[in-house]
């Protein structure tokens, strides 16, 4: 009975439950609007299309070169 309320849950809903799916529903459809066709989104686009099928830049870079964005560097060792 689970797997079926999980599959399709409104058959066990009242009126109130069937409104409150509906307007989460409406909202995640309008927040995915807003970001899939958002100013950046077209600039997000075309950075992803530079990248690889497996998300790495074509360009090959030295270990060294992935490396320097993660650390500080300091004179101070602690």
Same mark, same amino acid.
């Given at each position: 009975?689970?797997?079926?309320?999980?599959?399709?849950?409104?058959?066990?809903?009242?009126?109130?439950?069937?409104?409150?799916?509906?307007? $989460?529903?409406?909202?995640? !459809?309008?927040?995915? %609007?807003? &970001?899939?066709?958002?100013?950046?989104?077209?600039? =997000?686009?075309?950075?992803?299309?530079?990248?690889? $099928?497996?998300?790495?830049? !074509?360009?090959?870079? %030295?270990? &060294?070169?992935?490396?320097?964005?993660?650390?500080? =560097?300091?004179?101070?060792?602690?």
């Amino acid at each position: 009975m689970l797997i079926d309320y999980a599959e399709n849950p409104y058959p066990y809903l009242d009126e109130a439950g069937k409104k409150k799916i509906a307007m $989460a529903q409406s909202d995640l !459809l309008r927040k995915f %609007t807003d &970001l899939a066709f958002d100013d950046s989104a077209k600039t =997000r686009w075309l950075e992803a299309e530079q990248k690889g $099928a497996d998300g790495m830049d !074509l360009e090959a870079k %030295t270990e &060294l070169e992935l490396e320097s964005g993660l650390f500080e =560097r300091s004179e101070n060792s602690f």
